[in-house]
């Protein structure tokens, strides 16, 4: 819980105007609407789609439609891509204009995942310079009056490193702003982020908001990010994984008056256990079906109450609950008065896995130029995997 207080600030992206430098990394099974609804209530942000595949948005999946449609409360409504043909994703985001389906649309050059590295998407695109530069221009142009903007990473590894050259090349096309997850695609989510980077790329790009993304698990650390780094916001992703009331925090620490949605929370167990049920019930009405809404929120069950003096059974049961009133039925059975554990329940969340070196198409780091056989393989990388 954050008591650090920075001078209030809004951020402008675009035409659009936030209470709170805060913005929602995508993240795969995660950030759904009723995730996004539930972090909403809390505080001020932008707060971001699942990672939306061109091709599939294009051809109009019927899953990918269902991905982008958003809650009537949802204000601005954003979406993130991830393409890697210039003219398929100008295509998906003149989808996404014409038919009005988003005030925001993000382009996703962050993705470590090998599958997707290893045909030349994700991290590993903006080694390519020319194709890189190609997509987002045209991804701008399409976009018009709908601010469009660009998340990344470093590079592919310390010998490797693109996010300079990019963050220029996307400011000269015309972006709204550029985030920057400050971690290789080596380093996948492991070490600490190099918070640097930002201050580096804040430098580089003068004229559009730069944001700051990794490490962000408190208010706190949105403060220091923003004082180290001159960075205009924060992006966050797994600080958020149970605990969506992490936006009142951030809000509070680096937003406007009125920024956050209530007072500082007091996250006794029975407040988190309010907050489970309340995301469970936001899967039920997102699905339309409380079995699948009820077996989604399984995967949030150690996030929320990490620290928290939950046995193992109880756990369990609530990892195999397949309807809300089982839930109910399992939480009445803890102990509510139970207090915020503070430093157990804090820190790291999710998995941070290990470096490794990334998987990569054949000769992709010997030119910065892409060959035919390059543009080949990438036509097979646009596949479903977590933003970066």
Known sequence: MS????P???????SIEL?????????????????????????????????ITTRALVERNATTMRLITHHESETPRSIQLYGVDPATTEAAVRLLVEEDRADHIDLNFGCPVPKVTRKGGGAALPWKLGLFRDIVTRAARAAGDVPLTVKMRKGIDHGHLTFLDAGRIAEDAGVAAVALHARTAAEFYSGTADWSAIAALKEAVTSIPVLGNGDIWSGEDAVRMMAETGCDGVVVGRGCLGRPWLFGDLARAVGTPDAAHGDPVDATLGFVAQAFRRHAELLVDFFEDEGRGCRDIRKHVAWYFKGYPVGGDTR??????????????????LDLDAPYPGAAAEGQRGRAGTPKRPALPDRWLESRDLDAAETSAIAEAELDHSGG
């Open 19 to 51: 209470d709170a430098p805060v913005v929602l990394a995508p993240m795969a099974g995660i950030t759904n609407t009723a995730f996004r609804r539930l972090c909403r209530e809390y505080g001020a942000g932008l707060y971001v789609s699942e990672m």
């Open 3 to 6: 008591d650090t207080l920075a």
């Open 8 to 14: 209030a600030r809004t951020l402008r992206i675009g």
């Open 316 to 333: 369990a049961r609530l990892a195999t609950a397949s309807s809300l009133a089982e839930i109910d039925e399992i939480l009445a059975t």
